[in-house]
């Protein structure tokens, strides 16, 4: 299964649209994964035109509405892994932590994240973290991922 992961929109905050080398990047993949801070819906409405299996959860700077809507933290299974998704909390230099102690009993593969704005991709304890980076930031330095699992799990950061 190939992955999209996109975190950090803040349509439309720090963006009016959803990046379209995002959006094309997206037509080629199976579900598309929203790690928080979407702040509106038009971040999942543009994402799902291009790709309409979409799950997200929500950040800290989501609205109540958006937060009532999609859930704080997603557990589910691919291919045999366990994928958790969450935005994730507190400051950056803690944010692994947070996560290792949010996922600890569901024992995940990999984990899917936010936060912080910056790409991560890196396995720590045998878990694979995975942070997108922020999808609106400034040019240069705005990325999404891709994730495809089959009998493994690759993993690598696009920047856009």
Request: glycine share 8%; aromatic share 6%.
């Given at each position: 299964?190939?992955?999209?992961?996109?975190?950090?929109?803040?349509?439309?905050?720090?963006?009016?649209?959803?990046?379209?080398?995002?959006?094309?990047?997206?037509?080629?993949?199976?579900?598309?994964?929203?790690?928080?801070?979407?702040?509106?819906?038009?971040?999942?409405?543009?994402?799902?035109?291009?790709?309409?299996?979409?799950?997200?959860?929500?950040?800290?700077?989501?609205?109540?509405?958006?937060?009532?809507?999609?859930?704080?933290?997603?557990?589910?299974?691919?291919?045999?892994?366990?994928?958790?998704?969450?935005?994730?909390?507190?400051?950056?230099?803690?944010?692994?932590?947070?996560?290792k102690d949010a996922?600890?009993?569901?024992?995940?593969?990999?984990?899917?994240?936010?936060?912080?704005?910056?790409?991560?991709?890196?396995?720590?304890?045998?878990?694979?973290?995975?942070?997108?980076?922020?999808?609106?930031?400034?040019?240069?330095?705005?990325?999404?991922?891709?994730?495809?699992?089959?009998?493994?799990?690759?993993?690598?950061?696009?920047?856009?």
């Amino acid at each position: 299964m190939k992955l999209g992961i996109i975190s950090d929109t803040h349509i439309p905050e720090k963006s009016q649209h959803v990046p379209k080398a995002a959006l094309d990047a997206f037509k080629k993949v199976d579900m598309v994964l929203h790690a928080g801070d979407m702040v509106s819906l038009e971040a999942i409405d543009e994402i799902k035109a291009v790709c309409p299996k979409v799950m997200a959860v929500s950040g800290n700077m989501d609205p109540e509405s958006l937060r009532k809507k999609f859930p704080q933290k997603q557990l589910f299974e691919i291919a045999g892994f366990k994928v958790g998704l969450m935005h994730g909390n507190g400051a950056p230099v803690n944010l692994v932590n947070f996560l290792k102690d949010a996922f600890k009993a569901d024992k995940p593969d990999l984990i899917i994240f936010g936060h912080s704005h910056k790409a991560f991709n890196e396995v720590i304890d045998g878990i694979r973290f995975f942070n997108p980076g922020s999808a609106s930031d400034f040019p240069g330095s705005a990325s999404i991922g891709i994730i495809e699992i089959s009998k493994k799990i690759n993993a690598k950061i696009i920047k856009i």
